[in-house]
């Protein structure tokens, strides 16, 4: 279960990624993390993964090269 103990909030990780330069709304992140399936649903509560946001950044990278290839 080494998979939960990176795994926060949507708002966590907004507050991490601002840190970095990176801005972007909890609302949006929900939204992202549920069109890909890339979160832990526990009752109502989401949790987001450092691998989850690894994946969700690949996955908006990959779609940011293809609309530039156009």
């Known amino acids: 279960m080494n998979d939960f103990e ?3 909030t949507p708002e966590e990780w907004c507050k991490k990624l601002s840190k970095t330069g990176a801005t972007i709304s909890a609302r949006a992140l ?6 890909h ?3 832990y649903s526990l009752g109502r509560a989401m949790l987001l993964s450092a691998a989850h946001i690894d ?3 690949r996955i908006d990278a990959a779609s940011m090269q ?4 156009r």
């Open 55 to 57: 994946a969700l950044l």
């Open 30 to 35: 929900r939204t992202k993390a549920r069109e």
């Open 6 to 8: 990176d795994a926060l």
């Open 37 to 39: 399936g890339q979160f």
């Open 66 to 69: 293809q609309t530039a290839q």
